[in-house]
């Protein structure tokens, strides 16, 4: 018997990705990092990361939020970049429209990766996060795109910020590359 997902996704034609992987670089974090994209979870944020990836967007954009036991944010294409005002990181996203909130039931535990927002539910654009340790505030309250499925350590090595927004200080680490894997 065919999982529901599975026969929307035989109707809908072949899925746009089902993973990223990240080479990330950096003063604490050098490696691979492997994401399973939840497409049966939040297809419309997954698609829109995905296609960033492809686009090559995301390259060279660094992690400029890390709360040491909570979560390492990235992803703003727009402010994000090495060699851009990295006093704005985190304030941007891209050309492509903010998405609807997606919220599932799939718990923000150790590894998971969400869609940043501002206080609207539906502002998440381009930035995520990666969760460093169970966060079940944040259940019901942001959407779930996918979960690490290797190099949990990488992502354990990410340069930490400061302060209580977790604000990266000097040369933050970065996503070298991000690929979609099929």
Do not use: W
Not at 123 to 139: R, Y
């Amino acid at each position: 018997m065919l999982r529901f997902a599975a026969l929307c996704t035989m109707l809908a034609g072949p899925a746009l990705a089902t993973g990223l992987e990240i080479e990330i670089s950096g003063e604490g974090a050098n490696g691979i990092v492997r994401i399973d994209l939840l497409e049966d979870v939040a297809p419309e944020h997954v698609a829109q990361v995905a296609a960033l990836a492809k686009e090559g967007a995301y390259d060279g954009v660094v992690f400029h939020r890390v709360i040491d036991g909570f979560m390492a944010q990235t992803g703003d294409v727009e402010f994000g970049k090495i060699g851009g005002d990295m006093r704005r990181a985190g304030m941007g996203g891209s050309q492509k429209p903010d998405l609807a909130a997606e919220f599932s039931d799939v718990p923000f535990e150790r590894g998971v990766v969400g869609m940043a927002r501002s206080q609207d539910p539906n502002s998440a654009n381009s930035q995520f996060f990666i969760m460093f340790d169970a966060g079940d505030f944040l259940n019901g309250q942001y959407t779930v795109i996918g979960r690490v499925t290797e190099g949990m350590d990488v992502v354990d090595a990410i340069k930490r910020g400061e302060g209580r927004n977790g604000a990266v200080v000097g040369q933050p680490d970065m996503m070298k590359t991000v690929t979609v894997t099929d």
